[in-house]
């Protein structure tokens, strides 16, 4: 084949009698099938064959040079870099979505206006952005499935002013106004709290120092720092002094942020480190009403002889939850190791862990919001009825402890702002009583801050303490209606049975969930009062009352109580009335024997 001007290259693996792309009509090449060769193709179309053997490929290689991979390499970078400034400007200007770059020019921009002296002024200007890391060490992170991730806080990054002390409200205010506004507290807050100032108050929020650790105060209606002396009264300047001393000993060096606050702390954009729904992907953050369960990781101490935690004294959330956790009784269905061996409804051992706080306060509202069939009865919502008056004219009651109906106009009736809440309570017939606010705080309090681990305790002595606390058998007490009496009123009794005077029953306390027991004595008789307690649903079958640990003499203390209340001129039931084998043929009751099967609907 002759020298060509312009020749090219084909790789060509043939079947048979096909034609070579490129070649002449009716032009074909055969070789063995399977087997490449290579065809020449020259300027002019003309073709020829080369073995792959003969043909040395060096001559055909391309060949860039380096000006052009420059070039390319170069077009590369610049495009990465297009994207990454386009990225982070989209962040900064889409409001929620502000990240660590965005607040610390806003810092320093508030902090440069707040300085007389034009070198300070220039320098804080002139700080370059940075990412602000804090790895804490001895208080590891606890995962859903109970494994430890070491802490990593950024959160500084963002709060940058949480130790500087001109970092107020009312400088950020001044500030971002440019003099413009100079408010008190009350001023300040009203201020905040319009929508066209929002901006202003998410900023004062993220830049300003942290309540009492520079000397800032803090109001319980204001949700960022005051300067020191802003508020003159005892309350506020008791509180501060708490602050101070608290903030002390607990520097973010060692404890970061999330150890008390929760959240991401290893975001940088603010909605993520501060989400409360999934986009947390380590921990929503822990508002601040519930911060008592945060600050039981450390400071509790627990008794394994009462199966009850002892708190610091300004811890009363939590404190007031682990009450109301007994008052109504809910240790008697709920176990919680080391405080309470219920085994009706789900364990809550290590709820704070793997529920969120929104997720309890809905179960609380409304008991049914996931399990339609659920048992646990509407503590703190009341059932809604609609009657028809005599013009056909609609109108809705609510039921109060007595069972009677009354006007809702009469009920203080909650505002939740969880609109999941409020549709699930509408669609079940239920309201949220205003009352009981406190109430469900406290409640979610005390369950948040059962993730079962303590900082305040090695896991050894954790299960040390349990077992204790399992291994102890029920109080043996004196057979007394007293005793009976006193053991009714710590045990959540009260919570769904009412009981009333005998001569006024409207004269007494308790819920209305259970039967009203003010005349226990004149309906049913010392034994089957008795059996009942050992076992509710053998006597009642769709009874939701659980079975209690109690010892023989608690048993038959609650009984002699419940006996002695009889309605006036009424004598005691007999054995022989309500225990006759026509009634209940297995006679006396036998543990677990007929256990409620509505019982294994109360799950999560």
Not at 87 to 100: A, I
């Amino acid at each position: 084949m002759k020298t060509l001007g312009w020749p090219t290259a084909v790789l060509y693996l043939p079947s048979r009698n096909r034609r070579c792309p490129g070649a002449p009509a009716g032009a074909a090449f055969r070789g063995t099938a399977g087997r490449a060769f290579f065809v020449i193709v020259s300027e002019q179309g003309e073709h020829d064959i080369l073995p792959p053997r003969t043909l040395d490929m060096s001559s055909f290689e391309p060949r860039i040079s380096i000006i052009t991979k420059f070039v390319l390499w170069s077009v590369v970078l610049l495009g990465l870099t297009i994207y990454v400034v386009a990225r982070s400007t989209w962040n900064n200007q889409d409001q929620p979505t502000h990240d660590y770059i965005y607040w610390q020019d806003h810092y320093k921009t508030v902090a440069a206006s707040l300085t007389s002296d034009p070198e300070v002024r220039k320098a804080t200007l002139a700080t370059p952005e940075t990412v602000n890391q804090v790895t804490v060490l001895q208080f590891p992170f606890m995962q859903a499935d109970g494994a430890n991730q070491q802490r990593v806080d950024r959160c500084q990054s963002c709060h940058v002013g949480l130790e500087n002390p001109s970092m107020t409200a009312e400088n950020i205010v001044r500030a971002l106004t440019k003099g413009k506004e100079n408010l008190s507290p009350d001023q300040l807050a009203a201020f905040l709290r319009k929508p066209e100032n929002r901006e202003i108050y998410t900023a004062v929020k993220v830049l300003s120092a942290h309540p009492g650790k520079t000397g800032g105060l803090v109001k319980s209606t204001l949700p960022y720092a005051l300067a020191a002396g802003s508020s003159p009264d005892i309350a506020s300047a008791a509180s501060l002094a708490a602050l101070t001393r608290t903030m002390a000993s607990h520097s973010f060096a060692t404890y970061g942020c999330t150890t008390c606050h929760y959240g991401s702390g290893r975001e940088l954009q603010e909605r993520k480190a501060h989400a409360t729904t999934n986009e947390a992907w380590l921990q929503p953050l822990m508002p601040a009403k519930y911060m008592d369960a945060a600050c039981a990781q450390c400071h509790t101490s627990n008794n394994p002889k009462t199966g009850t935690s002892a708190y610091l004294e300004q811890m009363r959330t939590i404190a007031r939850g682990q009450s109301l956790f007994k008052s109504n009784a809910c240790w008697g269905c709920h176990k919680v190791d080391g405080f309470s061996k219920g085994n009706v409804g789900p364990e809550l051992t290590n709820e704070g862990r793997i529920v969120r706080s929104e997720t309890i306060e809905h179960q609380l509202w409304d008991p049914r919001y996931k399990v339609n069939n659920c048992v646990m009865p509407y503590f703190f919502s009341r059932k809604i009825i609609t009657d028809f008056d005599a013009q056909g004219k609609p109108h809705d009651y609510y039921l109060n402890d007595y069972g009677d109906k009354r006007p809702l106009s009469e009920l203080a009736v909650a505002q939740i702002a969880n609109p999941d809440i409020r549709e699930s309570l509408t669609a079940h017939g239920y309201v949220p009583d205003a009352r009981a606010v406190n109430d469900v705080d406290a409640l979610t309090t005390y369950l948040l801050a059962q993730t079962g681990s303590s900082y305040s305790e090695s896991q050894g002595q954790r299960i040390a303490r349990i077992a204790a606390y399992n291994a102890q058998m029920p109080l043996e007490v004196p057979k007394t209606i007293d005793e009976g009496r006193l053991i009714f009123e710590q045990s959540g009794c009260y919570s769904c049975h009412y009981v009333g005077d005998a001569k006024n029953p409207r004269n007494g306390k308790g819920g209305g969930v259970g039967p009203n027991l003010s005349w226990e004595g004149s309906r049913h008789s010392y034994q089957w009062i008795e059996e009942h307690y050992r076992n509710p649903q053998e006597f009642v079958p769709k009874s939701i009352m659980p079975i209690f640990p109690f010892s023989d003499s608690q048993r038959a203390a609650l009984t002699l109580f419940d006996a002695s209340r009889l309605a006036p001129g009424s004598r005691p039931v007999s054995a022989d009335q309500d225990m006759a084998p026509e009634r209940y043929p297995a006679g006396k009751a036998v543990t677990n024997k007929t256990p409620n099967p509505q019982l294994r609907y109360m799950t999560r």
